[in-house]
């Protein structure tokens, strides 16, 4: 199934060079990959995935080994953020 894959700040890095700029990419996952599953290939470290949501929703880390997505659902990742 597809689903478009977000990653945002220092995590766009972690994408492939071509969509970089675009922070964004479409992947074909299996249906029942956990958010985990999908997240692992891309090899940020867990620190790092603080914020997940799944079409705007948030995902507490954890259910992010049980939670599944279905064909079309935007999966979005932030680094924790700091302000000065």
Not at 5 to 18: H, I, M, Q, S
Not at 51 to 58: E, P, Q
């Amino acid at each position: 199934m597809q689903i478009t894959f977000k990653l945002f700040a220092t995590l766009t890095d972690y994408l492939p060079a071509e969509v970089r700029r675009s922070n964004q990419m479409s992947l074909e996952v299996a249906p029942q990959a956990s958010i985990s599953q999908i997240i692992e290939p891309f090899g940020m470290p867990p620190k790092l995935v603080h914020l997940v949501l799944v079409n705007g929703k948030y995902i507490a880390p954890e259910v992010r080994d049980t939670t599944t997505l279905l064909d079309g659902d935007v999966l979005a990742i932030w680094p924790p953020v700091a302000g000065g």
